[in-house]
């Protein structure tokens, strides 16, 4: 029965019934017309949710992780320097990626809990006068504290620096929930992945590649073959993949854009908005706060709750999987145990995170935590009892 409940980890997210149906199909020859003509309408959407003008979408059989990878070994060469901020575990696995990958990650180590820091980015690309820096990495929304950065402040301090490097910024568990902005914010490489915005089921990752990366490409010598961009693109050129592709995930991507779409990027935006606030509002009433070190920070696609002192979060989890069938999200890394994730992001509704926050309260009553039964609900009730207007008027 536990299949019914809705999970709340920070991705794989909930899939739509319309999605389901969409990835569930026969089999159709992937060097066939029909296929060409399923890929398109997917790879435009995607070029539509991201904002982008120019460059290509690349759709690969794998995940998020394997967007990374790709973003970097198509456009770089072993020694190269790349600039990222540490500040979660997200933003940690992509700078293990690169060094792993004989790159030279000149890390900017900053407190879990705060975002990048665009005035120690701007600093370090101005004292880089050689110009070695060929990439700056940036995670818009680092999962495991529930932390959004600011990438146009990214775009600004490069410029105000001056510095010609790459822009390639992780959107996994942000695009297609939150604001982006490709081409507004000069953004050269985006990464997605299937199984948190677009709502499917893990197995793609989407990338959105500049005109910038895509000449920079040439150049690279990292070695790259099932992730070859050149390889994709010659096939898209025919309407068709290098190799088999994930005919059913792709289908299932296309009815993902059409659903964004439906509702509206905007209003899609102001939901996850919305709900955070419920959750948010939950939070505030149990005693407890966000991880994340300021207003300025909190993700609206997943929270990271900082648990009161003697309490562990991950016992919440646990309890919440084995008695209720409900999911959240561990704290990783540096936060286990420290916090406990609840993911508000892709097909969820007001209704459906009242019967989460339900379930962590009760999970808090079972452990002997300090929270009065109901208090956070009726917190997030009141938050979405005052914002439902508004949501109504957007969707008209
Ligand atoms: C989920 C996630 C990833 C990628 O994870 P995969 O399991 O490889 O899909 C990368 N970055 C962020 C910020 C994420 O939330």
Known sequence: MSFQNPVFIPGPTNI???????CDMPTLDHRSPAFARMFRPAVEGVRRVLKMEGGEVIILPSTGTGGWEAAVSNTLSAGDTVLAARFGMFSHRWIDLCQRHGLNVQIIETPWGEGAPLDRIEAALRADTAGKIRAVLATHNETATGV????????RAMDAAGHGAMLFVDGVSSIGSMPF???AW??????AGSQKGFMLPAGLAILGVSDKALAAMEGATLPRTFFDFRDMLKSYAGGGYPYTPAV??????????????????????ARHARLAGGVRAAVTAWGMRPYAAHESLYSETVTAVKVPDGCNGTDLVKLAADKYGVAFGVGLGEVAGKVFRIGHLGMLTDVMVL???ATAEMCMADLGWKVALGSGVAAAQQHFRGTAGALALAAE
């Open 148 to 155: 959004r950065s600011d990438i146009a402040g990214i775009r």
């Open 181 to 183: 902005e490709m081409a």
């Open 16 to 22: 739509p019934e319309a999605i389901r149906k969409a």
């Open 355 to 357: 019967a989460g926050l």
């Open 186 to 191: 000069g953004v050269d490489i985006a990464v």
């Open 248 to 269: 059913g995930l792709i289908a299932g991507l296309a009815k993902s854009v059409e659903m964004l779409e439906d509702e509206g990027l905007e209003n899609v935006y």
